[in-house]
């Protein structure tokens, strides 16, 4: 089953929008200058201070293949998982590409032209 293990927020201005979030849910924005991506935490950091679930995410510079939050679904095999989209009447907008040593990402569209990300972890 692909759960929802993360959301990326894109903007326009990421410092405004980063203030934004920050002032208005809380969140905390750390700033990823090498890969161009801020890291959002979206909850408490220790498991003692959870009360329900919560994912993290990230924000970027907005494009325009991405321009909409867009929620990311982990997958155990990426290529497969695309090639299964492509199948079902889906579309890939940024193929795989390498998210440091932590795993692979790529964009896609679902049947309804909804972008949304494909995750798999690294092995």
């Known amino acids: 089953m692909g ?13 405004r929008a980063s203030e934004f979030y920050k002032k208005v849910f809380d ?3 750390t700033a990823v200058p090498e890969m161009d991506y801020t890291m959002v935490t979206s909850g408490p950091k220790t498991d003692q201070d959870v009360k329900w679930p919560f994912i993290n995410g990230g924000m970027m ?5 991405i321009s909409s939050p867009v929620v990311v679904m982990d997958v155990k095999d990426l ?3 695309l090639k299964l989209l492509e199948e079902n009447g889906g579309k890939i907008i940024k193929g795989s590409q390498s998210v ?24």
Do not use: C, L
């Open 3 to 15: 759960k929802v293990v993360h959301f990326e927020i894109p903007a326009d201005d990421v410092k």
């Open 27 to 29: 969140w905390e924005m």
């Open 61 to 65: 510079k907005r494009t325009a293949g």
């Open 79 to 81: 290529n497969a998982t």
């Open 100 to 123: 440091g040593d932590m795993g692979f990402i790529a964009y896609v569209t679902d049947s309804e032209n909804n972008v949304v990300g494909v995750w798999q972890n690294a092995k």
